[in-house]
């Protein structure tokens, strides 16, 4: 959304991703990071850790599963996503306030780790969807006899099905 607080945060897990399901049945995976920046100082002529940034975040849905899956305490992360603030009151009768980063994109940082890449089947939703489960398309490459519609560029630069219905 227009005006909302987008950061990137790079640090380390300080624990594995904790993953819950909420009452009406999203999936989250809830963790923080740690950020520590470092300096030169030209003085001592050697490198300085400032001070630790903790940075509480959340991941949702299928995402969330995939974090799950993959992070673990140490990790080294490159989180991006909005910040948000939300205001809650303890126990005590306290009032406090928490800000939060609700991640977009979450990944392991490659610059003193490698990764290995795999993609979980399509489940029909698109990538970066944050709306329900949709019934997945009709694959040709699927069917016994390879029929289907071929897609087209349409006008808008999107896909339309074609008119013909040939195999490729």
Not at 46 to 73: I, M
């Amino acid at each position: 959304m227009v005006g909302e607080t987008v950061i990137t945060v790079v640090g380390n897990l300080t624990d594995d991703p904790e993953l819950r399901l909420t009452p009406s049945g999203d999936t989250v995976a809830h963790f923080t990071v740690a950020s520590t920046p470092r300096t030169f100082d030209r003085q001592s002529n050697e490198w300085r850790d400032a001070e630790t940034l903790f940075l509480r975040c959340s991941v949702w849905r299928q995402e969330a599963e995939h974090a799950a899956e993959s992070l673990t305490r140490g990790t080294r992360v490159i989180v991006q996503g909005r910040l948000r603030q939300r205001t809650y009151e303890t126990r005590e009768g306290e009032r406090r306030t928490a800000i939060e980063l609700e991640a977009d994109e979450i990944g392991p940082s490659l610059r003193f780790a490698a990764a290995m890449i795999t993609k979980p089947p399509h489940t029909g939703v698109p990538a970066g969807s944050r709306g329900g489960p949709r019934a997945p398309a009709e694959d040709p490459f699927t069917r016994p006899d390879g029929g289907g519609e071929r897609p087209v560029p349409a006008e808008d630069g999107r896909h339309a099905p074609r008119e013909e219905t040939e195999p490729f």
